[in-house]
């Protein structure tokens, strides 16, 4: 059976900085491990999505001095104001959220520490060199560059475009560079450990150039977490920020919950694949965990060319789309129209066009015109299907080949391609309307077989797109559902088993319909 050695699905999204509100960006990534979680899980898997705050380190400690209160007031702030409100405006069905300053990980980070200090993993030496704190990384000189203009006579992040931080400091070091050769056999051995390939070739030239240890303390700020054997001490916000992973799901504290969960699915923003690829395993090895199942890199979102971010002001809130297209065409959109793994450019022009094109007219008219023939020509009564022809046939085959091929594509990480796959079967049905005309059947007696099975095959091609899109638009397709009759003839939606769902003749004939309203309503546009 095909992905039959999937068990479970555990997937992480990397944790948010909360020293500013969410943008799009963001978004992208909660969108896409919301989707692929809600697909596994009704696939039978069993299945936990865990998302999150980062909200130790210099940059929310100094924005929070900015802002003239603690930085826990402004944790809590933007946790509470913006980073949970983001769940609801993106309809997320995460399974937890932990926040760096949950108790649960403070006392699970602890344990870790001492755990590879009593194996021997930390020492204490001097760290002489740069830290970007827009980044919260200490940067090799190879990273910096010589600042210009405003910046001369400065070294600058080559990712930020601002002055890095000289430090000379006594600090907590673990021996990463120990674990060179177990990663290098990891990636080896596990081929689809990173993806894609081309983050993985960058990750594995990286290791190969040799890897130094890494400073996890700073002795010089206090916002963060103690370490438990030095309280001079404070935790480096990426050592503890990755932990999150494992203390969220029970590490130290519950062990059967964890082992239920743990490896996870990592999936993160290409910038930080060498965090999740290279130290977050070497953090696992030493403590003596398994690595993450995966780590898949996704691209950037790109507005006017560049990374958009709220540092080049080209940041979009999540709401400034959603209060316009709604929550579903965001999902949908970002999903459908960048290819999963690679950068991919938003452009208003863009999203109203697949939303006009794929969703209002596309699957929207469809799911309109088949329900109100199956109201005006059959008194809204899911026909009987008579003996199909190879039109009918067709249709059928669209069907079960999609939602196979749509399947494995959620396997592989390729929710585009996905959504590819299931419009074969909007752009199929709607073609087979045009030619099969039921509105002329509809007016010939002698007909009325013909109109059953086109009509039937139609409302079951609606029931196999509402069952496999529900992941990516849990509310449209519940109204696609209800419309269809289909709640109470065959049961909540969430219950329906997506690889199941391309078998063609499952909605009960005799079942009653019910009315759609326009699934994808006309914007209006101001202009
Ligand atoms: N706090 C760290 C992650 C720690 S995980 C142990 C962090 N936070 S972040 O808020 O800056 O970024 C979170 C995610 O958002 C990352 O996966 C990042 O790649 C993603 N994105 C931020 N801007 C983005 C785009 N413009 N496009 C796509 N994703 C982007 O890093």
Same mark, same amino acid.
């Given at each position: 059976?095909?992905?039959?050695?999937?068990?479970?699905?555990?997937?992480?999204?990397?944790?948010?900085?909360?020293?500013?509100?969410?943008?799009?960006?963001?978004?992208?990534?909660?969108?896409?491990?919301?989707?692929?979680?809600?697909?596994?899980?009704?696939?039978?898997?069993?299945?936990?999505?865990?998302?999150?705050?980062?909200?130790?380190?210099?940059?929310?400690? &100094?924005?929070?001095?900015?802002?003239?209160?603690?930085?826990?007031?402004?944790?809590?702030?933007?946790?509470?104001?913006?980073?949970?409100?983001?769940?609801?405006?993106? !309809?997320?069905?995460?399974?937890?959220?932990?926040?760096?300053?949950?108790?649960?990980?403070?006392?699970?980070?602890?344990?870790?520490?001492?755990?590879?200090?009593?194996?021997?993993?930390?020492?204490?030496?001097?760290?002489?060199?740069?830290?970007?704190?827009?980044?919260?990384?200490?940067?090799?000189?190879?990273?910096?560059?010589?600042?210009?203009?405003?910046?001369?006579?400065?070294?600058?992040?080559?990712?930020?475009?601002?002055?890095?931080?000289?430090?000379?400091?006594?600090?907590?070091?673990?021996?990463?560079?120990?674990?060179?050769?177990?990663?290098?056999?990891?990636?080896?051995?596990?081929?689809?450990?990173?993806?894609?390939?081309?983050?993985?070739?960058?990750?594995?030239? +990286?290791?190969?150039?040799?890897?130094?240890?890494?400073?996890?303390?700073? *002795?010089? @700020?206090?916002?963060?977490?103690?370490?438990?054997?030095?309280?001079?001490?404070?935790?480096?916000?990426?050592?503890?920020?990755? %932990?999150?992973?494992?203390?969220?799901?029970?590490?130290?504290?519950?062990?059967?919950?964890?082992?239920?969960?743990?490896?996870?699915?990592?999936?993160?923003?290409?910038?930080?694949?060498?965090?999740?690829?290279?130290?977050?395993?070497?953090?696992?090895?030493?403590?003596?965990?398994?690595?993450?199942?995966?780590?898949?890199?996704?691209?950037?979102?790109?507005? =006017?060319?560049?990374?958009?971010?709220?540092? !080049? %002001?080209?940041?979009?809130?999540?709401?400034?789309?959603?209060?316009?297209?709604?929550?579903?065409?965001?999902?949908?959109? +970002?999903?459908?129209?960048?290819?999963?793994?690679?950068?991919?450019?938003?452009?208003?022009?863009?999203?109203?066009?697949?939303?006009?094109?794929?969703?209002?007219?596309? /699957?929207? #008219?469809?799911?309109?015109?088949?329900?109100?023939?199956? !109201?005006?020509? &059959?008194?809204?009564?899911?026909?009987?299907?008579?003996?199909?022809?190879?039109?009918?046939?067709? @249709?059928?085959?669209?069907?079960?080949?999609?939602?196979? $091929?749509?399947?494995? $594509?959620?396997? #592989?990480?390729?929710?585009?391609?996905?959504?590819?796959? %299931?419009?074969?079967?909007?752009?199929?049905? !709607?073609?087979?309307?045009?030619?099969?005309?039921?509105?002329?059947?509809?007016?010939?007696?002698?007909?009325?077989?013909?109109?059953?099975?086109?009509?039937?095959?139609?409302?079951?091609?609606?029931?196999?797109?509402?069952?496999?899109? *529900?992941?990516?638009?849990?509310?449209?397709?519940?109204?696609?559902?209800?419309? /269809?009759?289909?709640?109470? *003839?065959?049961?909540?939606?969430?219950?329906? @088993?997506?690889?199941?769902?391309?078998?063609? =003749?499952?909605?009960?004939? =005799?079942?009653?319909?019910?009315?759609?309203?326009?699934?994808?309503?006309?914007?209006?546009?101001?202009?």
């Amino acid at each position: 059976m095909a992905h039959s050695d999937v068990d479970t699905f555990f997937i992480a999204t990397p944790i948010f900085y909360v020293n500013d509100v969410p943008h799009i960006g963001h978004a992208y990534t909660e969108v896409a491990a919301d989707v692929l979680s809600r697909w596994m899980r009704q696939s039978g898997i069993p299945t936990w999505f865990l998302t999150g705050t980062d909200e130790h380190g210099q940059k929310i400690m &100094r924005t929070a001095l900015a802002n003239g209160v603690t930085p826990r007031e402004w944790a809590d702030r933007l946790v509470e104001q913006s980073w949970k409100p983001l769940l609801k405006t993106l !309809n997320l069905a995460n399974d937890d959220f932990i926040r760096t300053t949950d108790e649960r990980h403070e006392t699970a980070v602890k344990k870790f520490l001492t755990l590879l200090h009593d194996k021997g993993y930390i020492y204490q030496g001097e760290y002489e060199g740069f830290y970007c704190v827009g980044c919260e990384e200490y940067k090799p000189a190879a990273d910096v560059l010589e600042g210009q203009g405003e910046f001369e006579g400065s070294k600058l992040c080559s990712i930020h475009s601002r002055p890095v931080e000289v430090l000379k400091e006594e600090n907590y070091f673990f021996k990463m560079s120990t674990f060179q050769q177990d990663l290098l056999d990891l990636y080896a051995n596990q081929p689809d450990f990173i993806q894609p390939a081309s983050v993985r070739n960058e990750i594995i030239a +990286f290791v190969n150039r040799g890897l130094e240890d890494l400073s996890i303390s700073r *002795s010089n @700020i206090d916002w963060g977490i103690e370490v438990p054997f030095d309280a001079d001490h404070v935790t480096y916000v990426w050592f503890e920020a990755l %932990l999150n992973y494992i203390t969220a799901t029970g590490w130290g504290t519950d062990d059967e919950a964890f082992a239920s969960k743990w490896p996870a699915v990592q999936l993160v923003g290409k910038d930080i694949a060498r965090f999740h690829a290279v130290i977050w395993p070497a953090m696992l090895m030493a403590a003596g965990l398994a690595p993450p199942k995966k780590v898949f890199a996704h691209g950037w979102l790109l507005v =006017g060319g560049e990374k958009m971010s709220k540092t !080049n %002001l080209t940041g979009i809130a999540p709401t400034d789309i959603t209060d316009v297209f709604g929550t579903d065409a965001f999902r949908y959109y +970002f999903l459908r129209a960048i290819t999963f793994g690679s950068d991919g450019s938003f452009s208003w022009e863009d999203l109203s066009a697949r939303y006009e094109a794929e969703l209002a007219n596309g /699957l929207g #008219n469809l799911a309109s015109r088949v329900i109100a023939m199956v !109201n005006r020509y &059959r008194e809204g009564v899911v026909p009987t299907m008579p003996d199909a022809s190879d039109a009918d046939q067709a @249709i059928s085959r669209v069907m079960s080949e999609a939602v196979d $091929a749509a399947n494995t $594509a959620m396997h #592989n990480f390729a929710p585009h391609e996905a959504l590819a796959q %299931l419009w074969r079967i909007v752009e199929a049905v !709607n073609g087979y309307i045009t030619e099969q005309e039921p509105w002329a059947l509809a007016k010939d007696d002698g007909q009325a077989a013909r109109l059953d099975a086109v009509l039937y095959t139609s409302l079951d091609a609606l029931r196999a797109l509402a069952v496999t899109l *529900s992941p990516f638009m849990p509310e449209t397709t519940e109204k696609l559902w209800v419309g /269809l009759g289909a709640d109470t *003839s065959l049961g909540a939606l969430q219950e329906q @088993i997506i690889p199941d769902a391309g078998h063609f =003749g499952v909605l009960p004939a =005799g079942s009653a319909i019910a009315e759609l309203s326009a699934l994808f309503p006309r914007i209006e546009q101001d202009s």
